[in-house]
């Protein structure tokens, strides 16, 4: 399985390119893309919806109403720098990057290491307005660490103002949109507008005897990963199943295409509209549905075990990690654990339990912002990793395998919650 998820880690180094990949996948399974301008749904069919190029969401329409829901929710974009306005000529005569941090970046991790650009241009070709993916597909640039030799402050942290831009030429005068033109395939002067965005170029690392990876992306695109295989290898059932993979996670989500829009809420909206269902079928549906949110966790360190919670504290190759929090930045509550423990039971998937340490606010994830639009329960799931929001992270290779196995039965589940 690793083997097939690189493959998908190196068609993923923007958001953009992780949608058409995921697009093309369900293409290949039957599904049918939706689009709400001129399509109408149809009940017993596959579609799958894309939102920006960056948001994709798959569902099935049973030939019969429907009996309750399964949502699995995940994202597809991770920390890193958003290309400003191409280059900038420093007072050393180079051709710098004009960058922008997106989401909580681990600045000193992207230094001095080989850097790619991905995203997609927006030309213009014979009157018409157009995207065109691209990706350089290995290192253009580099963000210099200053030496400490001739650095006053030695322990000081890195100035995303002043230290984080990355060197892309030592001609002054070097165009990095003319590279990303040529890339593209489209000439320099149709281009009218960018979304392109810094990755870390080197190449997934499997060690460990195979049983660790480390890699760029990994929060959150393994459970992207295996939220998609599960969805892909369930047969079907009389629920709605639905797979999301949203945008913006790491930057709030309030975007047009990120969880904490209405596009969920409206999507459902046409489906039930599709069945005539009225509001108290509507309602009966929700009461008898569960989703589930997929983001990784973090694992106990090796040199600050210290960072846990004293009891709760997954480890690498663990099993599947859930997440629990009394603040609701987790969705998890004892109803919609007990229906996670009750699927690791009954399909021999190792579980271990997530908390934060109880003086550390923590991070929060989709579920909570699901339950803004659709008032069905939840629970927070994930994969135990080191490093997260680093350029490179590090995840155990059995924890893929649990997850997949955990979605497979999460959509085949006739799991009932009674009240």
């Known amino acids: 399985m690793y083997k097939d998820f690189i493959e998908f880690l190196k068609g993923s180094h923007s958001v953009f390119h992780c949608v058409k990949t995921v697009s093309d996948m369900l293409e290949d399974e039957g ?30 329409l049973p030939e019969r109403l429907p009996t309750a829901m399964r949502i699995a929710a995940s994202h597809c974009d991770c920390p890193g720098f958003k ?24 600045l000193s991790s ?61 001609d002054k005068n070097g165009s990095v949109m003319a590279l990303l033109a040529e890339k593209a ?17 080197m190449e997934p690392t499997v060690w460990d005897g195979g049983r660790l990876i480390s890699s760029r992306g990994l929060d959150d695109l393994m459970c992207v990963w295996s939220s998609l295989k599960g969805f892909l290898s369930s047969r079907g059932s009389d629920r709605i199943d639905m797979l999301c993979i949203f945008d913006n996670e790491e930057v709030g989500s309030g975007t047009k295409q990120g969880a904490d829009s209405d596009l969920i809420s409206l999507l459902c909206s046409c489906i039930f509209e599709a069945y005539g269902m009225n509001e108290l079928e509507k309602l009966s549906l929700y009461s008898r549905s569960l989703a589930i949110s997929a983001d990784n966790a973090h694992a ?18 663990g099993g599947l990690v859930l997440k629990f929090n009394a603040n609701s930045r987790y969705t998890t509550d004892g109803v919609s654990s007990a229906a996670v423990k009750k699927l690791c039971l009954d399909n021999d998937i190792p579980l271990q339990y997530y908390s934060n340490r109880s003086d ?3 991070g929060s994830t989709l ?20 490093s997260m929001h680093s350029s490179y992270e590090t995840a155990g290779l059995k924890d893929l395998v649990y997850m997949s196995r955990f979605f497979g039965a999460f959509y085949e589940s006739d799991i009932n919650i009674l009240f």
Request: net charge negative; hydrophobic share 40%; aromatic share 8%.
């Open 300 to 317: 106990i360190h090796p040199n600050h075990p210290e960072a846990n919670d004293g009891v709760d504290r997954p480890r690498l190759n």
């Open 110 to 170: 992207w230094m001095d290491i080989p850097l790619a650009l991905a995203g997609r241009l927006i030309v213009q070709n014979n009157g018409l307005i157009s995207s065109e993916l691209v990706d350089t597909d290995e290192g253009v640039c580099i963000i210099p660490s200053l030496a400490p030799h001739i650095k006053s402050d030695r322990n000081s942290l890195p100035d995303a103002s002043r230290d984080m831009f990355p060197l892309y030429s030592c």
């Open 31 to 60: 599904f049918c893309c939706f689009d709400p301008r001129h399509d109408k749904l149809l009940i017993g069919k596959d579609y799958y919806f894309v939102k920006n190029q960056s948001t994709v969401i798959a569902f099935r």
């Open 367 to 386: 579920g909570n912002l699901l339950y803004r639009h659709l008032p069905i329960d939840c629970a927070d799931v994930g994969i135990a990793q080191l």
């Open 360 to 362: 550390l606010a923590g």
């Open 83 to 106: 290309l400003k306005h191409g280059v900038m000529n420093n007072s050393a005569n180079y051709a710098v990057l004009n960058t922008e941090r997106y989401g909580g970046v681990v």
């Open 185 to 201: 395939g489209v000439k320099l002067d149709s281009v009218l507008g960018a979304d392109v965005y810094i990755y870390n170029a």
